[in-house]
C-alpha cells in the first residue's frame, strides 16, 4: 500500500508533456489497486448516465434500423422533451413525472408531422439528402425554442436531494432519469418483439421489399417508428430535464455521443446501444473524473473513429433491429 | 381475373415493357416463359405495385389496380412469391409464416394456416425457430411459397419459383403448385423449366424484349416449333 502511494508522489516528476495525459491512467491503475471507494461512486454515476445514453440512442438507432435515415432532428426532439417537462411544470405546475409521458406524446406527433413533411418525400432518395432534411429540422427547432424561450439555461425546480448507500450517493433525479430509461427500454423491447405492429416494424428493417410483398403498409410503419422514435427522445429528453440544466442547444451534445452509441453498438442494434450506452456513460464519468479538462470527449471520439477502423458494424451491428 | 392492357414500365428513364397485354382468368394457371432480360420479372413487379406503369391499365376482377401501393393490392387477394425470395433473413421461421398475414381475414385465420403450411412443409415446423437466412436454398424456397400462402391469396403470383433448386426439389415445388391449385388459387407464372410449367399451365405466354410475342394453350406452345427452338433446346 505504502509502496505504491509513493509511485503515486513520484508521479509527477517522470511526466513531461506527455505525462498528463499518461499519468490519470497510471493514477486510475493505483486507484484500481487500492480499491479506492471513489471507483464504486464513479461506477454508479457512470451507470446512471449510461442508461440514459442508452435511451438517447434507442430512437435514432430504431428510425436508422428501420429506414435507413441518419435523424439529425433527434437533437432537436431530445430538446423539445426537456422544454415540454419544463414548460409543462412552470405553467400548470405539471409534475415533472406526468411531463415525461406528455412529453412522448407531443414528440410522437411532433415525429410523425417532421416525417410526413420532410423525410417520407425523399424516402427513395440517396442517405445524404434525408440528413441534410433532417438536420434544417435541428436548426430550424433549436432556433424556434431560442426564439421562445431565450437562449438562457432553464431547469425544472425539483429537490429530489439524493439517497446514500454505503457510502455511495446516488442522487434521486439521475436515479429516476434511470428507471424510466430502463422502463421506456423494456417496453419498446416488448412492443417489438411481441406485439404484430413490432413484428412488423422489424420485418420492416430486415427486409423493406419483403415487406412490400407480403403487403405490409411500409409508408405506414416508416411514420410510426419515426414516431415512436421521437417520443423516445421525448422520454430521454424529459428524463435529462429530472438532473441537468438545459438550453436550446444541449441536445446537440447528446445528439454527438448517441451517434457515437449507435455506432459502437451497431445500427440498428438494440443492445447495441444499451451495451453502448452504459460505455460512453462509464467513459464520460471516469474521464471526467481522472482526465484534465474535456478530454473525455476526446477519449469519445478515438472510440468512435476506431470502431470505424477495427470493426465498422459496431459490437452488435449485422444482428438485425 | 387480372388483365393487362398495354403495360408499359420499367426503371427511371428505362423503358423495360412497351405494352404488355396479359390476361389471367379465374381458377387457371397461366405461364410466362421467355428469356433473360424479356421483362418477365418486371412485369411481376408492376403487377404487384412494386412498379408502376407509367402507360396501360391493370385491372383486377374490373377494377383499376396500377396505381395501387402493394399493400393494397395483397389486400385484393393477389401475392406474389418474388424472384429473390426477400425472406425476413433475420428472423425466425414462425415470424416469417405470421409476416405472410396482413390482411385482416388471414390475420384472424393465421393460427389454422399455420398449422397447415406446417403439414404441407414439415421442414419449416422442424425449425420454426430457427433464423430463416440459416436454412437452405430449398428450405428457403418452401418458407417464401408458405410465406405467400399465409395471405390467402386468390391470385398466387411466383417468379421462378424453381430456380437454383436441385431436381427433387423442383419437383417439390411443382407438386406445392399443383395442391395450392386444386384448393381453389389462381396461379400466375414465370418459369424457366419451361417443359414442366407448359405441361401443367392452362394457358400460356411468350414474352420477347418488353412484349407478348406469342399466347395459346399450354399444350399447343409446347408443340409449337420456334418454342421448341428457343426454350426447349432441342
Request: net charge negative; hydrophobic share 50%.
Amino acid at each position: 500500500m505504502r509502496l505504491v502511494s509513493s509511485v503515486a508522489l513520484s508521479l509527477p516528476l517522470q511526466g513531461g508533456g506527455l505525462g498528463r495525459f499518461v499519468d490519470p491512467f497510471v493514477q486510475f491503475v493505483i486507484d484500481v489497486v487500492n480499491m479506492e471507494a471513489v471507483l464504486l461512486q464513479l461506477l454508479v454515476f457512470g451507470l446512471l448516465l449510461g442508461g440514459v445514453y442508452a435511451l438517447t440512442a434507442l430512437g435514432l438507432t430504431m428510425i436508422f434500423g428501420v429506414m435507413d435515415v441518419i435523424n439529425f432532428a433527434h437533437g432537436a426532439f431530445l430538446v423539445v422533451g426537456m422544454y415540454t417537462v419544463w414548460l409543462a411544470s412552470t405553467t400548470v405546475g405539471l409534475s415533472p413525472f406526468l411531463g415525461i409521458p406528455l412529453a412522448a406524446v407531443v414528440l410522437f406527433v411532433l415525429g410523425v408531422v417532421v416525417h410526413v413533411l420532410t423525410v417520407e418525400p425523399i424516402i427513395e432518395a440517396p442517405q445524404q439528402n434525408q440528413l441534410i432534411a433532417t438536420l434544417g429540422v435541428l436548426f430550424i427547432v433549436q432556433s424556434g425554442i431560442e426564439i421562445l424561450f431565450s437562449p438562457d439555461p432553464q431547469q425544472v425546480s425539483l429537490s429530489l436531494g439524493s439517497i446514500e448507500l454505503g457510502g455511495v450517493f446516488v442522487p434521486r433525479g439521475q436515479l429516476y432519469a434511470l428507471l424510466i430509461a430502463l422502463g421506456t427500454m423494456l417496453a419498446v423491447r416488448a412492443l417489438l418483439n411481441r406485439t404484430d405492429l413490432g413484428r412488423r416494424i422489424r420485418g420492416t428493417a430486415n427486409n423493406r421489399e419483403g415487406a412490400r410483398y407480403v403487403g405490409i403498409n411500409v409508408p405506414r410503419i416508416n411514420y410510426l417508428t419515426f414516431g415512436i422514435g421521437a417520443a423516445l427522445a421525448g422520454i430521454a429528453g424529459g428524463s435529462i430535464a429530472l438532473f441537468q440544466r438545459f438550453d436550446p442547444f444541449t441536445g446537440e451534445t447528446y445528439l454527438i455521443n448517441a451517434f457515437v452509441i449507435v455506432i459502437l453498438g451497431g445500427l440498428g442494434s438494440f443492445p447495441g446501444a444499451f451495451v453502448g450506452g452504459l460505455i460512453i456513460g462509464l467513459i464520460q464519468v471516469f474521464g471526467g473524473y481522472y482526465l484534465p479538462g474535456t478530454t473525455a470527449q476526446v477519449l469519445i471520439f478515438l472510440l468512435f473513429i476506431g470502431t470505424l477502423l477495427v470493426k465498422p458494424e459496431g459490437l452488435f451491428g449485422g444482428a438485425g433491429a | 381475373m387480372l388483365e393487362l392492357d398495354s403495360v408499359r414500365a420499367g426503371y427511371d428513364q428505362i423503358e423495360i415493357l412497351h405494352g404488355v397485354d396479359l390476361r389471367v382468368d379465374e381458377g387457371e394457371i397461366v405461364a410466362l416463359i421467355g428469356s433473360n432480360g424479356a421483362g418477365k420479372t418486371t412485369t411481376m413487379r408492376t403487377i404487384c405495385g412494386i412498379l408502376s406503369p407509367t402507360a396501360g391499365s391493370i385491372t383486377f376482377r374490373g377494377e383499376s389496380i396500377d396505381d395501387e401501393p402493394p399493400h393494397d393490392i395483397v389486400r385484393r387477394g393477389i401475392v406474389q412469391v418474388p424472384e429473390d425470395r426477400d425472406l425476413f433473413t433475420d428472423m425466425t421461421v414462425a415470424d416469417n409464416l405470421l409476416l405472410g398475414a396482413q390482411t385482416k381475414t388471414a390475420i384472424s385465420n393465421r393460427e389454422e394456416n399455420l398449422t397447415e403450411m406446417y403439414e404441407l412443409f414439415p421442414r419449416l415446423e422442424e425449425r420454426k425457430n430457427q433464423r430463416a437466412g440459416t436454412m437452405s436454398g430449398g428450405e428457403q424456397q418452401m418458407l417464401t411459397l408458405a410465406r405467400a400462402l399465409m395471405g390467402e391469396p386468390d391470385l398466387l403470383i411466383l417468379d421462378e419459383p424453381s430456380i437454383g433448386l436441385a431436381p427433387q426439389l423442383v419437383e417439390e415445388v411443382f407438386d406445392v403448385v399443383r395442391e395450392v391449385h386444386e384448393q381453389g388459387i389462381t396461379v400466375l407464372m414465370v418459369e424457366q423449366n419451361v417443359q414442366q410449367t407448359l405441361r401443367l399451365a392452362d394457358r400460356g405466354y411468350v414474352m420477347e424484349n418488353g412484349r407478348i410475342t406469342m399466347s395459346a394453350t399450354g399444350t399447343a406452345l409446347l408443340e409449337d416449333d420456334s418454342v421448341i427452338e428457343a426454350y426447349l433446346g432441342v
